[in-house]
């Protein structure tokens, strides 16, 4: 089964490489970033079924726990939650997937051992190249893209187990098919995926459209804190840990709420602010375009994509979004 494309010389060099290193070695400790999103959990499992099918002894790891939405996706079972787990040892061989940079990943580097090795596979454009090698394509839609490539290289099979992570990783990374990250490419894998059985509507109504009852309270305070600047061309919500605390929300039903204020009609930039715990706040970024957000989020210790990317601001919520509407703005003017 294959993708569709040819590839460019550079990607296939490092395809071998990645698929050389994981030949050659055994007992992986496989993670993505905090607090993962179905990109990160779906090429999470995916890399384990990969580990699976070649015999090869796998940890999965997360510093926190996975979105319980994912929860259908073959190994979702198996992932370790590092701030609950007790884990009394040192890996040597890693890989990394949907890490832009090294502390995407977190707590979870106290368990790599000094001779450590890392598999570095992501699609950021931001991706600083950490690790000893790396499997990195910037205009892929997503992780899941690239493990994919991965998985037809080295000759495996595909299950519909398989698809699932695949096809949830594409379909949360790219909105639903929507993005402008949705190549032909990306339509050829889906239409793959669905051959082998993979129910693609049951997917979507799991991942894109249920809400969960604490989502909608946590939506309806959000909402009340609707703000714009720069004549309604950046707009933002802010949830604060009394939100949480008042609507019984996790970190999970954050997911999406940054597009209401980037959906606004005229709006080039919209914000989420979360606040994490006190002094620390979580700033999410989306562009309707002309504002490479990517760069904003970069010069703050940052990353991601032009038009989707993320920073943490240490101070107030109040403190966090006068910081954030300057940065902006200095891009919108």
């Not at 992501?122 to 690239?146: C, E, M, S, W």
């Not at 909105?175 to 082998?196: C, H, K, W």
């Not at 999970?252 to 209401?260: I, R």
Request: proline letters at 2%; hydrophobic letters at 40%; a negative charge.
């Amino acid at each position: 089964m294959k993708s569709g494309m040819n590839h460019a010389p550079v990607y296939m060099q490092q395809l071998e490489a990645a698929a050389k290193f994981i030949e050659q070695h055994d007992d992986f400790l496989v993670v993505s970033h905090i607090q993962p999103d179905g990109d990160a959990a779906s090429s999470t499992y995916v890399t384990g079924w990969m580990l699976q099918q070649l015999g090869k002894t796998f940890t999965m790891m997360n510093e926190g726990p996975m979105p319980s939405k994912f929860s259908f996706l073959w190994g979702s079972e198996q992932v370790k939650d590092f701030s609950k787990d007790t884990v009394n040892r040192k890996f040597q061989t890693i890989i990394s997937v949907d890490c832009a940079d090294f502390s995407r990943m977190g707590k979870i580097s106290t368990l790599f051992d000094e001779q450590v090795e890392l598999l570095n596979i992501d699609h950021h454009p931001t991706n600083d190249r950490f690790g000893t090698y790396h499997l990195i394509k910037h205009d892929a839609a997503a992780t899941v893209q690239i493990l994919y490539d991965l998985a037809i290289h080295m000759d495996l099979k595909p299950t519909k187990e398989f698809g699932e992570c695949i096809y949830t990783g594409l379909l949360t990374d790219t909105g639903g098919f929507r993005y402008s990250s949705t190549s032909p490419e990306v339509m050829q894998i889906g239409a793959n995926l669905l051959a082998l059985g993979v129910k693609g509507s049951d997917i979507a109504e799991e991942v894109l459209e249920r809400l969960t009852f604490s989502q909608i309270v946590l939506l309806q305070k959000a909402l009340s804190t609707l703000s714009f600047a720069y004549d309604r061309k950046l707009a933002w919500l802010a949830v604060s840990l009394e939100d949480l605390a008042a609507t019984g929300a996790s970190s999970d039903d954050l997911d999406g709420l940054v597009n209401y204020p980037r959906n606004v009609e005229g709006v080039e930039v919209g914000m989420l602010f979360k606040e994490k715990d006190a002094g620390t706040i979580k700033v999410s970024l989306r562009s309707a375009g002309k504002v490479d957000v990517a760069r904003v989020a970069q010069s703050l210790g940052g990353g991601g994509h032009v038009r989707a990317s993320g920073c943490t601001i240490y101070g107030t919520l109040d403190e966090a979004i006068a910081r954030m509407v300057e940065e902006v703005g200095k891009e919108l003017s």
